[in-house]
Structure formats: C-alpha cells, structure tokens
C-alpha cells in the first residue's frame, strides 16, 4: 500500500468520525486572533464565522456589574491598571481596552455581560465562566438573574462553566436546569481519580481541561460516566494539530483560538 494510499484512508478515517457526532466549536473569548478578546468586536466576528458557542469569563465590578474580562486585572487588556473589582462600571468604561491588540480598535470599551445578550438574544449561544470574588459566592445570583430575564435558560442558549465547584454547585441550588461544565487543572491523569469522576458527574454535564491529559481512554472513561469532554489548549502554536487529535480520540467540543482553522478540521 503506498504513503498516498494510506494518507487518503486515515483522512477518510477522521471524516467519518467527525461526520457520526457534532463536535462544539466554542470560540475562547470571541475570535480573540482577530480583535481584542472579550470585546464587542470579537464577538461579532465569533457569531459571523458561526462559532456554535462564544465563551466569556465574568468579573464583577465595585457595584456589583457583571463585565467580561479574564485577567483579575485591566492591567494587560485595557491602558488602566488595578483590579477589576476596584472600579464601578462608570470608571472602567472609560479605559481603552482595544488599542493595546491593533490601533484600528482603539477606543473600544470593556463591556458587561447584559450589553453582549442584549446585542446578540438569541442567535448565539453563550458559554459563561463565572468564579469566585474574593474566595466568595457573589455573582451566581445576578448571573441567573440575568439569564432568566433574556430568556436564554429556557431557549437552552447557555452552558455555564467554572473552576470552582462551589460556585457551579450554588448556580444548581439558584436553578438546576443550566447545563454545567467542571473546569479542571490537573498535573497527570493519576488526579482525575474516580472518586472525583463521581463528584463531578452528580452536578456536571461535562468536564473542561487542558489537552495535554486527554486521550481517548480517559475520554472513554468519562463518556461512560455520562461526561462530555471540552479540551482547552494552552499552547496556540500547537493548537491545531492538538484539536485534530482529541477531536480524533473522541471528544464533544473544543475551546478555540482559531474558530475557522478549527471548522477546517470538521468539514
């Protein structure tokens, strides 16, 4: 059989897996390669390129305003430096959060999460990650509070992501019908051990973490215990490749960095 014979099969081969199952595409922090991430701009990008799910991280202001923003800082994204939760709304809206990516976006504004459903309803959906502020239970209630006003529970537009297992579980007590995903930072396989598998599955629909400790046995194991998996991918360089591969060994969807390089995979 000769190198073209076989390449054409295991290309063959990895279309037929993708064409069995629907595999998520949801675009880290908008289409952050193409504007500033958890901007307006990168959103809109997001949705245009049809990403099936735009993923946000929440912060909570001074006065208790959900806005989007990964860092517990405005120090990397914005021309203004502190913590987010030092500042009301009105202050942060006046910091620059877009020159710092391409000159052509400057001036653009930090946003909250009910200026982006507002924009958008429910023509995407939103995958939302909260934590906590201060090591404390604080934003789960506005968030659902936010959810169920848009509607966008009900429509089952959202799934709602964390690493805090506490903050997951109090969304659940607010209202169990949200789908949950368990973010986790694992050293090895060896920590995700089978008592946590049990934990995780009581509350979660699913299980986020990094690339590097997934493979298609721990992908099985997961799947048999009713959890999809969503890898993430901490190397962008490598980021294709990777996704080619977990998606390969079995997994639901992807955190992208590269929406249409990732739909590339798919088609």
Not at 3 to 24: D, H, Y
């Amino acid at each position: 059989m000769g190198i073209f014979t076989i390449s054409v099969i295991k290309m063959l081969s990895f279309s037929t897996v993708q064409a069995n199952r629907s595999i998520m595409v949801i675009a880290h922090r908008g289409a952050n390669d193409k504007a500033p991430e958890e901007t307006m701009p990168a959103y809109k990008i997001a949705v245009q390129e049809k990403a099936n799910y735009i993923e946000m991280d929440l912060r909570e202001t001074k006065d208790n305003q959900l806005v989007l923003m990964h860092d517990p800082t405005i120090d990397r994204t914005t021309n203004g430096k502190g913590e987010v939760n030092q500042y009301r709304l009105q202050e942060l809206k006046k910091f620059d959060a877009g020159s710092w990516f391409n000159q052509k976006y400057k001036n653009e504004r930090i946003i909250t999460l009910e200026e982006l459903i507002n924009h958008f309803g429910s023509k995407t959906n939103y995958f939302i990650e909260t934590r906590l502020v201060d090591h404390k239970l604080k934003m789960e209630k506005t968030l659902v509070e936010i959810l169920n006003r848009k509607g966008l529970i009900q429509k089952h537009k959202v799934i709602i992501e964390s690493f805090s297992a506490m903050s997951l579980k109090r969304i659940h007590d607010i209202n169990d019908n949200i789908p949950l995903v368990q973010l986790i930072l694992c050293k090895n396989q060896k920590d995700i051990t089978a008592e946590k598998i049990n934990q995780w599955k009581k509350y979660a629909i699913g299980i986020g973490l990094s690339s590097d400790l997934v493979n298609q046995s721990l992908i099985n194991n997961l799947h048999q215990n009713h959890l999809k998996v969503y890898p993430f991918f901490f190397n962008t360089q490598t980021e294709l490749a990777e996704q080619k591969r977990v998606i390969k060994d079995g997994a639901d969807g992807v955190f992208t960095n590269h929406i249409n390089d990732t739909q590339s995979l798919l088609k």
